[in-house]
């Protein structure tokens, strides 16, 4: 099931995508739901062409908990040693952004960079210290996220707070599915100005994490208690390289969908 929250002319409400992906925007709709999503589903009785809404961050989370170094040659192109714990750091909420928003270039930087994700969406209230068994239960499902990072200031800082915490620094999107296996999935990002194809930077597979999905749930829940709504980034393949402003990034995970967002320089 795909899970949507979409603005229209009455508000924005959460609703299930439906029809087939492949077949294009055209083909798609979107069924209102009652509420939230995370317990029974409720339909009402609207439903809009995908097309006449605008899509919204498919969640607006309370946290944001990310994963550093969890592909090992991205680690490397970095210079840095795989961790031998799951390194955890924090993204504010006001980073979010959904599908075609525009990703705002800081003056502070000289270098911001993509890094495509599969992130996870937290579907149980009160996940504390759980194994990970109790860390399957506890996803609701996962969505594309953008862990945008300003590079020089990441590593000027020592710490990465500023670097990966700018407004319009967490895209994620288009919807959250909730029914797929996470074990082996292409994850790709293509960066490019429009209307020239986009070209293709990273291309990893969640395969190659060092830390799997159930592995980092458990820990991050450890630490912090998750609710629903909670988001956890899992890190990045390599290829991460500089975005500039008049480009599109776009970032597509296998059984998800595409996440795509131009970029823009503050003025």
């Given amino acids: 099931m795909r899970i949507a929250l979409f603005a229209h002319s009455n508000g924005q409400s959460f609703g299930v995508v439906e029809g087939e992906t492949g077949a294009g ?3 798609l709709t979107v069924a209102e739901i009652e509420g939230l999503p995370f317990g029974e589903i409720k339909f009402t009785n609207r439903r809009w062409a995908l097309a006449d809404v605008r899509l919204l961050p498919p969640m607006l989370p309370r946290k944001i ?10 680690a ?3 210079g840095n040693e795989v961790p031998k714990e799951p390194l955890l750091f924090l993204k504010p909420p006001s980073s979010v952004i959904g599908p075609g928003d525009p990703i705002e270039l800081p003056i502070q930087s000289k270098q911001v ?3 495509a994700e599969l992130a996870v969406v937290i579907g149980v209230q009160g996940a504390r210290r759980v194994d990970r068994a109790g860390a399957e239960r506890a996803i609701f499902g996962y969505t594309c996220a953008n862990d945008v990072t300003a590079r020089d200031l990441q590593r000027s800082d020592g710490q990465w707070t500023r670097a990966k915490g700018f407004d319009t620094f967490c895209p994620i999107g288009p919807w959250i599915e909730t029914d797929l296996d996470v074990s082996a999935l292409e994850v790709r990002c293509e960066v490019g100005r ?3 194809e986009l070209e293709v930077r ?8 060092v830390f799997d999905i159930p592995t980092i749930v458990s820990y991050v829940s ?8 909670d988001v956890i980034l899992t890190g990045t393949p390599a290829g991460v390289s500089p975005i500039l402003a008049g480009e599109t990034v776009s970032v597509r995970i296998q059984g998800i969908g595409e996440l795509t967002n131009p970029v823009t320089a503050i003025e």
């Fill in 76 to 78: 490397s192109e970095l």
């Fill in 222 to 229: 450890h630490v912090m208690t998750l609710g629903p709504g």
């Fill in 65 to 74: 908990v990310a994963v550093g170094r969890n592909y090992v040659e991205h």
């Fill in 113 to 115: 960079e993509h890094e």
């Fill in 202 to 209: 990273q291309l990893g597979n969640t395969r190659d994490m």
């Fill in 25 to 27: 925007p055209g083909a």
């Fill in 194 to 196: 429009p209307p020239e």
